[in-house]
């Protein structure tokens, strides 16, 4: 009864966070298209320069803590309040930290209004630093629903608040209060949704006990915003504010993918992996099953948005970021396969190999700061490339994680199979019929929306008919569905 319980939760956690990534990509990509004609690119730019800074203080912040409370079979009320005032030390110490680090930013960007940027969203860290034990509860509890109207409304006024700033001639400042806005927002809505208040106590002996696995969950995110960072750094301090607005903005619609997709379903898996770790059987079939579906979403989704750069950027953005294209082209491919072997961080966290995983994410690391560091001479357009090459390391990493539950290659082979050949057909459909379709339609809008549905509609047909494992999969998914 518990894991029959426990897969009603799943899908049910599933079909929210879908929601959740359906209504956010909405509302996302809608203040987008108002702000890239508001904004210039360097504004843009200016935010992502903060960005390197910001991220790399946020890693101190959480230091691993959320990730042990999930992890936990049982988590007594003293280990929360330790947890809580460690993680608040540390937000109200990084607050400090990048109020220092933002004089620096002169020096490392060549342009002084970061610095200024820096010193306002340092205020964010004392509320991330006071929300860790409230996010990790939310997921361990598989809050599902209310997670999804937390994220729903934050970042709809987080939306909403930089468009109208923007409106009234604010400029990068706009995108700085909404994003200050949106965090305050979804502090209050958890504290709301969470009903836990610490107590005055401490208990030093259970922090120094999770050290360990807090330091491999640490550096395992020092490596991702290495990944997710040194890109921009050398953009920006090399190219400029406005060579760094359009890489940055094509990332950030890639980013989509993985960030809204990809990880919030890591969240929803995390601790489902966690309670079936000793059952290898169903883990192995709950683990494939995941994964499939996960890669029949975020592959067409990627390479779709590959296919359609050359629509898709003057549609949303306007005719002044036509030099993103390219860099989205490349961005695209890259998210695809990085967002479809994502299913492999819930395994190695769930088998408590975080360690395992941390050595392999360290090569991929270096494989990528060389590559990118080594193709900046070729501006933005190389750097794109060398970052969609080196993303083909997260195969490896896949096949390994994969390894520690008895799968092999022709595991990792049946999940991506499917929705690769599929997707692959799909940009194959839209580049011809671009090509030869000469009496379709002639505004770019109506290309833009006939490649998108006439792609889906090949991409699904493809997958369904060449997959009987993602039919057998659906089946199963609709079943649950109607059960919960």
Known sequence: MRDKNLGHRVVRGAGFTFAGILSRTLITLGSVAILARLLSPADFGYIAMATVITELAALFGNFGFAGV?????????????????????????????????????????????????????????????????????????????????????????????????????FGVWSLVYGALAGALIRAVLLFLVIPYWPRLRFDLAYLRSTWKTNSSYFAGGFLFYANSNFDLLLIG??????????????????????????????????????????????????????????????????????????????????????????????????????????????????????????????????????????ALPWGINGVAIAIALSSAYSFLVCRIGFGLIGLGWSGLASMLAGPGFAAGMMWIFIETSRASFTNGPTHIGEKLITHIILGALIYIAILLFSSRSIRADLKMVIKKTRAV
């Open 69 to 169: 409370l999930i992890q936990k079979r049982v988590v007594s009320r003293l280990q929360m309040d330790t947890v809580f005032w460690a993680s608040a030390a540390i937000g109200l110490a990084l607050t400090f930290a990048v109020l220092l680090l933002s004089h620096t930013s002169t020096w490392l960007f060549r342009e002084p209004i970061a610095g200024e940027i820096l010193r306002i969203l340092s205020i964010a860290f004392v509320l991330n630093g006071v929300l860790v034990v409230h996010g990790a509860l939310i997921s361990r509890l598989m809050h599902f629903q209310a997670d999804f109207w937390i994220e729903l409304i934050s970042i709809f006024s987080r939306a909403a608040i930089a468009v109208l700033l923007a409106w009234n001639d």
């Open 237 to 374: 301090r090399s190219l400029g504010a406005t060579a760094l607005g359009f890489y940055q903005n094509a990332r950030s619609l890639t980013d989509e993918v993985r960030y809204r997709m990809a990880i919030p379903l890591q969240r929803v898996l995390f601790p489902a992996f966690s309670t079936l770790q000793d059952n290898a059987a169903r883990l192995q079939a709950s683990v494939l099953r995941s994964g499939r579906l996960l890669a029949a979403i975020v592959f067409p989704v990627g390479i779709g948005i590959a296919a359609v750069a050359d629509e898709l950027v003057p549609v949303l953005y306007g005719e002044k970021w036509l030099a993103m294209i390219p860099v989205l082209k490349m961005l695209g491919i890259s998210t695809a396969i990085k967002a479809s072997t994502a299913i492999v961080t819930p395994v190695f966290n769930a088998k408590n190999r975080v360690g395992l995983a941390l050595k392999y994410n360290v090569v991929g690391t270096l494989i990528t700061l060389t590559s990118v560091f080594f």
